[in-house]
């Protein structure tokens, strides 16, 4: 039976790629001078370092417009909230998204449920397994999900015939 996988996923090589540049342009910058500005990349978070607020949120617009230069979809990024760390410096640790979420995962299966196609869809870890008789019907499935769910930048991958 044909069938494709939901799955999501960051580049991880991009992202570390991105993180590096990030930190080189903020050493070079004039404005961070003598600040303790950086970046530090963990397996799957991201924690920022800066002096204050105002500095936190420069050091994430570099961030993000090298992840954009990279093509990675800043929708992978989930910030949590700053807090004070000794002194006047400021932390952010921002989590890296992966693995379809088991909310998302169930609304995936409830929607394509709904649709009335015919295709079975079940929850396989962290992705999604879709099935169906047709190829046809897993296009209109992939439509389906690519239209409905774009808070999070879910990829319709692994399509065996």
Known sequence: MP??????????????????QANKEITNR???????????LADKALTAFADDDFK????????????????????????????????????????IRHGVPSETGKKIVR???????KVQASIQGDAVRVTGA??????????LIRRDFTDLPLACGNFRD
């Open 3 to 20: 069938s494709f996988d939901v799955t999501l996923e960051a580049n991880q090589v991009e992202i570390r790629n991105a993180v590096d």
């Open 56 to 95: 936190l949120g420069q050091v994430r617009d570099v961030l993000l417009a090298k992840l954009a230069k990279r093509n990675v979809d800043v929708r992978f990024l989930d910030y949590g909230t700053s807090e004070r760390i000794g002194g006047d410096k400021m932390k952010q640790t921002i989590t």
């Open 30 to 40: 004039f404005d961070f001078k003598g600040s303790d500005a950086r970046f530090e």
């Open 134 to 143: 047709k190829r046809d019907d897993l296009q209109t499935a992939i439509a």
């Open 111 to 117: 929607a394509l449920k709904d649709a009335k196609l």
